[in-house]
């Protein structure tokens, strides 16, 4: 007799023999004890997880002499008839050779004659989602109404698909990937039962490469067998499939924590001399720097790294050598790479320009930590002191590169060493009336804006609006107010060309009144009108970069606050975060 290979040759013989899919199996036994079996299945999810498998057990079941608890018996005639294919009353197809309206009529014309031996007439459509649309459409009578004793069970990878109309006339069942624990299992039952024996590392290895599919995972054991003597381990299983072995990644980590660029340069080398896949190599170094990152996250995440516990223990070590921020970096960048070498026509170049960017990697500092670890040490003098206690809350979060390589030596720049820096930095102190930014009273503070001076609260007023109604809020900040005590009136005043913001929030008068009782402690009406004063720009932008001001100006301001901040923003070319890093490096809230 011919060879068989491993995956059919161990396809489960009954429900309880079907790994991961409890959720399924459970309730088709079910279906079959009380009788309630639906004409119509459709069993959806990833590649060899077992749909097709399935299907054929419960096929066997409805038709098998002498069924046991919901599963067939496998050994009457009906059963080993359908395992090998041959059953007249089970019939499976392939959509995908079998797309047209034709094939479907046919089919349909079949499902009238009555059955040859068995209790019922099965269809197993595999991959129906290949179907034509009028495939579909012929099957939607036959779907829906089916002669007696006829099932239909489909199976398919891509639900999405299927016409609405036929999910609605099928039970739907959804099939998972795979756990690591469970195929593990299943592959070390496999090759017990082949007489061979499998290591620890070779197990986690062929795990890793299933991906969750059981039928991948017996396939590449299959080949595994075929191609090795003696026990098979982690050596044998990347000479199979030509892998990497994970001490280079090992390697290269040291590499980048010493900085050995040319000793990350000699590894590529050794690489494309041993003919392995440079290709695979980048793809490994993003694992490596996400089994790093997990690392350093918490060190007993190791059970999520798919390496023997000698090597865990060794990334264990690497990942002290990281920041969490350089790793996301590094991950990011690796990526980038992975990409380019992939689609790339000379792949060693590239992989050589990434290995010699990933030691030459500069170690990302957020300027608050910075900041706060001056003021841990004590800073140098008053300067060090301000720095501290302007790290806090309210300071907007900024990114900054380590030490330039091959630049001047920054570290002994004095805080003192940038008056026109300073210079430069303008001041926040409305002038009355005008719009500009002219020096105001003492009284009015470095906070107040002409409106303000005019209307005193306005910004609070406006302020309040953006938290809780930041339509009403953008779009009145371009008015300017008037406050008419007597009428017990807050007009504000628009440009004509702003006439679609005034429209825009005119429903919402009562909201305004409600906000301005609560500012000013007394009933306003509040008016929106046209007007030459609405024209006066530049107190409107004063308005909107108190209330509503852009990370570089937030930067801008605080700087200019904090002169010893500003040293550390020009020290070190600091940068505001970009939206997605500012929430995930702001500190929390005390």
Known sequence: MSYQAIARKYRPETFAQVVGQAHVTSTLRAALRKGKLHHAYLFSGPRGCGKTTVARLLAKAINCAGPVDGDPCGQCDTCKAIARGSDLDVLEIDAASNTGVDNIRELRDMAQYSTAGGSNRVFIIDEVHMLSKGAFNALLKILEEPPARVYFFFATTEANKIPRTILSRCQRFDFRLLGRDELAGRLREVAAAEGVSIDETGLRLLVSLAEGSMRDGLSLLDQVIAGSEGTIDEKAVADAFGLVASGLFLELNECILAKDAARALRLVEDLAAAGQSLDGFARGVV??????????????????????????????????????????????????????????????????????????????????????????????????????????????????????????????????????????????????????????????????????????????????????????????????????????????????????????????????????????????????????????????????????????EELRKACAGDPALGDLVDLLGGQPLPESERQRWDPPAR
Not at 293 to 308: I, K, Q, S, T, Y
Request: proline letters at 7%.
């Open 287 to 552: 694992t490596n720097f996400r089994n790093l990152l997990l690392l350093r996250v918490d060190p007993a995440l190791g059970a999520m790294v798919d390496l023997p516990p000698d090597r865990v223990e060794i990334l264990r070590r690497h990942a002290d050598g990281f920041s969490e921020q350089d790793l996301l970096a590094l991950i990011d960048v690796a990526s980038r790479h992975f990409e380019r070498i992939h689609r790339s026509t000379q792949p060693r170049i590239m992989l050589e320009a990434a290995v010699v960017e990933y030691c030459r990697f500069e170690s990302r500092v957020l300027l608050a930590d910075l900041a706060r670890r001056l003021a841990d040490a004590g800073g140098a003098g008053a300067g060090g002191g301000a720095v501290g206690n302007g790290a806090g809350g309210g300071r907007p979060a900024v990114s900054a590169a380590g030490p330039r390589p091959g630049g001047a030596d920054h570290t002994a720049r004095p805080a003192t060493a940038r008056p026109a820096a300073a210079a430069e930095r303008p001041t926040y102190a409305g002038g009355v009336g005008t719009g500009a930014r002219a020096a105001g009273p003492a009284s009015a503070g470095p906070d107040l804006t002409s409106a303000d001076l005019a209307v005193p609260g306005w910004t609070r007023y406006i302020d309040a609006l953006m938290k809780r109604h930041p339509r009403l809020g953008s779009c009145l900040m371009m008015g300017l107010p008037e406050l008419d005590e007597a009428g017990a009136c807050l007009r504000v005043v628009f440009a004509p060309d702003k006439k679609f913001m005034v429209d825009s929030i005119a429903d919402g008068t009562g909201t305004l009144a409600e906000m301005a009782a609560a500012q000013w402690g007394r009933p306003l009406r509040v008016m929106l009108e046209y007007g030459q004063r609405g024209q006066q720009v530049e107190v409107a932008e004063e308005i909107r970069q108190e209330v509503a001001p852009t990370h570089r």
